[in-house]
């Protein structure tokens, strides 16, 4: 595995993590940590409901 850091035209810096030999593959850190926020808090308001 490698993480790959860059900036954008609008100077945003994007951290990537990529790897495999045969078959390369990429992953957007800062898209999938913003998508667990959104899985935790979604959970979270599921079980306040449910406690509720």
């Keep these: 595995m490698h993480l790959h ?4 035209k609008s100077h945003s810096r994007h951290f990537n993590l990529s790897g495999g ?5 990429t992953i957007d850190l800062v898209t999938v940590t913003g ?3 959104l899985a935790v808090g979604l959970a979270g ?4 409901l449910w406690v509720h």
């Design 5 to 8: 850091t860059y900036r954008d």
């Design 45 to 48: 308001a599921l079980v306040a």
């Design 21 to 25: 030999s045969s078959h390369l593959w």
């Design 35 to 37: 998508e667990a926020v």
